[in-house]
């Protein structure tokens, strides 16, 4: 009896070893899928907007700062882009800051995903936020909520393409990234607007691919 006793307590410890090791195992197996996943995930960016040209480091961002440690733009184009966009009248620092937001993704380093063909796609939960800020700005002679009832039109109003985030194939920024978000619109956009935004995405794709 004593026998059988410890031996099926053998069987209890075995089976508990087992099941230990194949939980490390599949751990490390998780972990390392990971790794593999975001390696391939890094390999595989491109720039869209710049010919196709692999993202660099670019610490010496005066904006767009949030993507100087893996960037599609250089600060030059940067310059180039906020100096093509007209004022829009009666815009808000937090206007200003979406606009801003909005211009930089020519600098992210995902936007193989949603710059495609010359078009941007941006997220509707963006295009509501931006909306939300620059609803009482003046556009073509009239106030902007006036205008669109909604971000996704005011999107649309620009010729952007709209999807939602879950789908993770538009143009979205969250506004916690932005550690010096006063600074560096006020150095680098000022008052700049939307009115021309459009047109400024097809000067400068003119401008800088090569």
């Known amino acids: 009896m004593a026998d059988a006793r410890l031996t099926a307590a053998a069987v209890v410890i075995l089976l508990a070893c087992t099941f230990s090791m194949t939980g490390d195992t599949e751990a490390v197996s998780s972990e390392q899928a990971k790794v593999q996943k975001m390696k391939v995930e890094t390999e595989k960016k491109y ?3 710049f010919n196709n040209r692999a993202p660099e480091v670019q610490r010496g961002l005066k904006n767009c ?3 100087k440690e893996s960037s599609c733009c250089r600060q030059e ?3 180039a882009t906020f100096g093509r966009v007209k004022p829009l009248r009666g815009a808000s620092p937090d206007c200003q800051r979406y606009t801003n937001y909005l ?3 020519i600098c992210s380093p995902d936007q193989y995903r949603f710059y495609l063909m010359e078009s941007l796609t941006v997220c509707e ?4 936020a931006w909306y939300a800020a620059c609803s009482s ?3 073509k002679g009239s106030i902007i909520q006036d205008l669109y009832k909604n971000g996704k039109e005011f999107c649309g109003s620009r010729r952007f393409k709209v999807d939602t985030v879950k789908n993770g194939q538009c143009f ?3 506004a916690k990234h932005d550690k010096n978000s006063a600074r560096a619109v006020n150095s680098d956009i000022g008052s700049f607007g939307v009115m021309l935004l459009t047109s400024c995405v097809v000067l400068m794709k003119g401008l ?3």
């Open 208 to 210: 800088w691919v090569r």
């Open 65 to 67: 700062t949030w993507f």
């Open 77 to 79: 184009e940067i310059d």
């Open 172 to 174: 979205f920024f969250d």
């Open 47 to 49: 720039c869209p907007f």
């Open 125 to 128: 939960e963006f295009c509501d």
């Open 103 to 105: 211009m930089c993704y």
């Open 137 to 139: 700005a003046i556009l």
